[in-house]
Protein backbone atom coordinates (compact mmCIF):
# COMPACT_ATOMS: atom_id res chain seq x y z
CA UNK A 1 0.00 0.00 0.00
CA UNK A 2 1.36 3.57 -0.41
CA UNK A 3 -0.51 6.30 0.94
CA UNK A 4 1.15 9.46 -0.51
CA UNK A 5 -1.99 10.60 -2.06
CA UNK A 6 -3.80 9.72 0.81
CA UNK A 7 -5.70 13.04 2.53
CA UNK A 8 -4.97 12.99 6.09
CA UNK A 9 -7.30 14.56 8.87
CA UNK A 10 -5.69 15.01 12.18
CA UNK A 11 -8.80 13.38 14.68
CA UNK A 12 -11.13 15.52 17.24
CA UNK A 13 -14.74 13.98 17.78
CA UNK A 14 -16.30 10.51 16.22
CA UNK A 15 -18.86 13.12 14.50
CA UNK A 16 -16.05 15.39 13.32
CA UNK A 17 -13.77 12.47 12.02
CA UNK A 18 -16.61 10.49 10.19
CA UNK A 19 -18.11 13.59 8.28
CA UNK A 20 -14.87 14.69 7.53
CA UNK A 21 -14.01 11.26 5.69
CA UNK A 22 -16.68 10.29 3.89
CA UNK A 23 -16.84 14.44 2.68
CA UNK A 24 -13.14 13.09 1.51
CA UNK A 25 -14.48 10.13 -0.80
CA UNK A 26 -10.70 9.28 -1.17
CA UNK A 27 -8.23 6.53 1.06
CA UNK A 28 -7.80 8.80 4.12
CA UNK A 29 -4.79 8.42 7.04
CA UNK A 30 -5.77 9.26 10.60
CA UNK A 31 -3.74 10.73 12.92
CA UNK A 32 -4.93 11.22 16.47
CA UNK A 33 -3.37 12.66 19.94
CA UNK A 34 -4.42 10.63 22.95
CA UNK A 35 -7.91 10.38 23.34
CA UNK A 36 -8.26 11.81 19.86
CA UNK A 37 -6.24 8.57 19.00
CA UNK A 38 -9.26 6.59 20.00
CA UNK A 39 -11.86 8.16 17.73
CA UNK A 40 -8.66 7.13 14.97
CA UNK A 41 -9.40 3.65 15.77
CA UNK A 42 -13.11 3.59 16.31
CA UNK A 43 -13.33 5.24 12.51
CA UNK A 44 -11.10 2.82 11.15
CA UNK A 45 -12.89 -0.44 12.65
CA UNK A 46 -16.24 1.25 10.92
CA UNK A 47 -14.67 2.66 7.40
CA UNK A 48 -12.84 1.19 4.32
CA UNK A 49 -12.25 4.56 3.62
CA UNK A 50 -9.20 4.72 6.12
CA UNK A 51 -6.54 3.09 4.78
CA UNK A 52 -4.34 4.20 7.58
CA UNK A 53 -4.22 5.09 10.91
CA UNK A 54 -1.06 7.11 13.41
CA UNK A 55 -1.65 6.67 16.86
CA UNK A 56 0.07 8.72 19.57
CA UNK A 57 -0.46 7.95 23.04
CA UNK A 58 -3.74 6.32 22.65
CA UNK A 59 -5.52 5.96 25.92
CA UNK A 60 -7.41 2.99 26.64
CA UNK A 61 -9.47 3.65 29.34
CA UNK A 62 -10.53 0.53 30.08
CA UNK A 63 -7.42 -1.05 31.34
CA UNK A 64 -8.01 1.59 34.15
CA UNK A 65 -6.80 0.01 37.50
CA UNK A 66 -8.49 1.89 40.79
CA UNK A 67 -5.24 4.26 40.97
CA UNK A 68 -5.33 4.91 37.33
CA UNK A 69 -9.28 5.97 37.86
CA UNK A 70 -8.34 7.94 41.05
CA UNK A 71 -5.61 9.50 39.47
CA UNK A 72 -7.53 10.86 36.82
CA UNK A 73 -10.65 11.37 38.82
CA UNK A 74 -8.59 14.17 40.86
CA UNK A 75 -7.00 15.78 37.78
CA UNK A 76 -10.69 15.97 36.82
CA UNK A 77 -12.38 17.13 39.96
CA UNK A 78 -9.50 20.23 40.27
CA UNK A 79 -9.95 21.00 36.40
CA UNK A 80 -13.99 21.14 36.86
CA UNK A 81 -13.24 23.59 40.16
CA UNK A 82 -10.79 25.69 38.11
CA UNK A 83 -13.28 26.05 35.39
CA UNK A 84 -16.31 27.01 37.22
CA UNK A 85 -14.16 29.73 38.52
CA UNK A 86 -13.75 31.17 35.11
CA UNK A 87 -10.22 30.09 34.45
CA UNK A 88 -10.35 27.46 31.50
CA UNK A 89 -6.35 27.91 31.60
CA UNK A 90 -5.88 26.88 34.99
CA UNK A 91 -8.20 24.04 34.40
CA UNK A 92 -6.62 22.61 31.64
CA UNK A 93 -3.52 23.07 33.16
CA UNK A 94 -4.92 20.79 35.97
CA UNK A 95 -6.02 18.21 33.90
CA UNK A 96 -3.02 17.76 31.98
CA UNK A 97 -1.43 17.34 35.47
CA UNK A 98 -3.16 13.45 34.92
CA UNK A 99 -1.32 12.20 31.69
CA UNK A 100 2.30 14.91 31.68
CA UNK A 101 5.15 14.60 32.79
CA UNK A 102 6.61 17.73 34.79
CA UNK A 103 8.97 17.99 31.31
CA UNK A 104 5.48 18.05 29.14
CA UNK A 105 4.24 20.90 31.96
CA UNK A 106 7.30 23.08 31.56
CA UNK A 107 7.16 22.81 27.45
CA UNK A 108 3.84 23.29 27.23
CA UNK A 109 3.57 26.11 29.09
CA UNK A 110 6.83 27.80 27.44
CA UNK A 111 4.69 27.09 24.02
CA UNK A 112 1.51 28.63 25.64
CA UNK A 113 -0.40 25.53 25.25
CA UNK A 114 -2.73 25.67 28.22
CA UNK A 115 -3.80 29.19 27.54
CA UNK A 116 -5.01 27.62 23.96
CA UNK A 117 -6.27 24.75 24.44
CA UNK A 118 -8.35 26.51 28.07
CA UNK A 119 -11.04 26.98 25.54
CA UNK A 120 -11.75 23.68 24.59
CA UNK A 121 -12.50 22.84 28.58
CA UNK A 122 -16.07 22.63 27.88
CA UNK A 123 -15.50 20.26 25.10
CA UNK A 124 -13.58 17.94 27.71
CA UNK A 125 -16.28 17.98 30.43
CA UNK A 126 -19.02 17.31 27.51
CA UNK A 127 -16.74 14.31 26.64
CA UNK A 128 -16.40 12.50 29.92
CA UNK A 129 -20.52 12.95 30.28
CA UNK A 130 -21.00 11.03 27.19
CA UNK A 131 -18.27 8.62 28.60
CA UNK A 132 -20.16 8.44 31.67
CA UNK A 133 -23.42 7.42 29.85
CA UNK A 134 -22.44 5.31 27.00
CA UNK A 135 -22.88 2.03 26.78
CA UNK A 136 -21.55 0.59 23.63
CA UNK A 137 -18.22 -0.99 22.96
CA UNK A 138 -15.23 1.55 23.36
CA UNK A 139 -12.53 2.08 20.49
CA UNK A 140 -9.98 0.38 22.75
CA UNK A 141 -12.86 -3.29 22.93
CA UNK A 142 -10.48 -6.17 21.28
CA UNK A 143 -13.07 -6.61 19.14
CA UNK A 144 -13.00 -2.88 17.76
CA UNK A 145 -9.76 -3.14 17.32
CA UNK A 146 -9.51 -6.33 15.52
CA UNK A 147 -12.23 -4.87 13.02
CA UNK A 148 -9.16 -2.56 11.79
CA UNK A 149 -7.89 -3.66 8.46
CA UNK A 150 -5.64 -0.47 7.88
CA UNK A 151 -2.05 -0.49 8.75
CA UNK A 152 -1.57 1.23 12.35
CA UNK A 153 1.15 2.78 14.26
CA UNK A 154 1.22 3.35 17.82
CA UNK A 155 3.57 5.70 18.94
CA UNK A 156 4.66 6.11 22.65
CA UNK A 157 7.39 8.04 24.41
CA UNK A 158 10.38 6.43 26.30
CA UNK A 159 9.47 8.79 29.74
CA UNK A 160 5.22 8.46 29.52
CA UNK A 161 3.33 6.54 31.92
CA UNK A 162 3.79 2.96 32.41
CA UNK A 163 -0.47 2.77 32.07
CA UNK A 164 0.37 4.33 28.48
CA UNK A 165 2.59 2.33 27.57
CA UNK A 166 0.27 -0.47 28.14
CA UNK A 167 -2.37 1.24 26.36
CA UNK A 168 -0.04 1.09 23.34
CA UNK A 169 0.94 -1.92 23.57
CA UNK A 170 -2.78 -3.06 23.77
CA UNK A 171 -3.68 -1.83 21.10
CA UNK A 172 -0.72 -3.50 18.91
CA UNK A 173 -1.98 -6.59 20.63
CA UNK A 174 -5.20 -6.11 19.16
CA UNK A 175 -4.86 -4.84 15.58
CA UNK A 176 -3.73 -6.92 13.17
CA UNK A 177 -1.72 -5.02 11.34
CA UNK A 178 -0.28 -3.26 14.11
CA UNK A 179 3.46 -1.78 15.46
CA UNK A 180 4.72 0.62 18.58
CA UNK A 181 7.72 2.90 18.10
CA UNK A 182 8.93 4.46 20.92
CA UNK A 183 10.29 8.18 20.90
CA UNK A 184 13.19 8.63 23.14
CA UNK A 185 13.31 11.03 25.59
CA UNK A 186 9.19 11.54 25.07
CA UNK A 187 6.69 12.18 28.03
CA UNK A 188 2.64 11.56 26.79
CA UNK A 189 3.27 15.21 25.20
CA UNK A 190 5.22 14.24 22.41
CA UNK A 191 3.67 16.69 19.78
CA UNK A 192 4.86 19.58 22.04
CA UNK A 193 8.27 18.20 23.54
CA UNK A 194 9.37 16.07 20.46
CA UNK A 195 7.78 17.49 17.33
CA UNK A 196 10.93 16.50 14.84
CA UNK A 197 10.97 13.08 15.92
CA UNK A 198 7.36 12.43 16.19
CA UNK A 199 6.98 14.35 12.03
CA UNK A 200 9.82 11.91 11.27
CA UNK A 201 7.84 8.77 12.49
CA UNK A 202 4.66 10.14 10.99
CA UNK A 203 6.22 10.58 7.06
CA UNK A 204 8.39 7.24 7.73
CA UNK A 205 4.48 5.36 7.97
CA UNK A 206 2.80 7.22 5.92
CA UNK A 207 5.37 7.12 3.40
CA UNK A 208 5.34 5.40 -0.48
CA UNK A 209 7.24 2.76 1.08
CA UNK A 210 4.71 1.54 3.56
CA UNK A 211 3.73 -2.21 2.86
CA UNK A 212 0.08 -3.51 3.28
Not at 50 to 58: F, G, N, Q, S
Not at 109 to 121: K, Q
Request: overall charge negative; proline content about 7%; charged content about 15%.
Amino acid sequence: MTNQHSHFVSTTDGVTIGATVDSIGEPTGLVGWSGGAMWAFAMAAQSDAVDAVAACEPVANSLMDEQEQAALGEAVTRAGELADEGNMTAAMRAFAGYPFTEEDIAVAEGAGYFEAAGRYVPNLFSFFKQFREYEGPLPDDPAVLGAISAPVLVLHGSNTKPFLVTSARHVADHVPSARVQEIPGAGHATPLTHPEALAKALAAFFGPSQPA
